[in-house]
Nanobody, 124 residues
Framework: QVQLVESGGGLVQPGGSLRLSCAAS????????IGWFRQAPGKEREGVSS????????YYADSVKGRFTISRDKVKNTVYLQMNSLKPEDTAVYYC?????????????????WGQGTQVTVSS
């Protein structure tokens, strides 16, 4: 059983930065992928970024490419999402999740365990 706890959300002005953390308890294997997703009010949940535990290969959705960076601390069993140049359209609840597939990218269907989410609001 894996449990995930997100933190780091908050209110930030456009152009600002935030770093989200996803702390995992339980066994995370090299065959897993950890992903970040977001859901804005009235919209479907969408994939933002993912990182493969095997080799730390990263994937980014086009909407965040060049602005967001995903990374991991293997010792702390934590995955981070550094978000720069934030825009109002980045406002959403951000979730992290674990997939048992090593190359799940951001296919929601492949993710088995989810955190409770952290709110990110980008507004002046």
């Amino acid at each position: 059983q894996v449990q995930l706890v997100e933190s780091g959300g908050g209110l930030v002005q456009p152009g600002g930065s935030l770093r989200l953390s996803c702390a995992a308890s339980g066994l995370i294997l090299d065959s897993n992928t950890i992903g970040w997703f977001r859901q804005a009010p009235g919209k479907e949940r969408e994939g933002v970024s993912s990182i493969m535990m095997l080799d730390s290969s990263a994937y980014y959705a086009d909407s965040v490419k060049g602005r967001f960076t995903i990374s991991r601390d293997k010792v702390k069993n934590t995955v981070y999402l550094q978000m720069n140049s934030l825009k109002p359209e980045d406002t959403a609840v951000y979730y992290c999740a674990v997939s048992s597939s090593y190359n799940a990218y951001v296919d929601l269907r492949l993710y088995n365990y989810w955190g409770q989410g952290t709110q990110v609001t980008v507004s002046s």
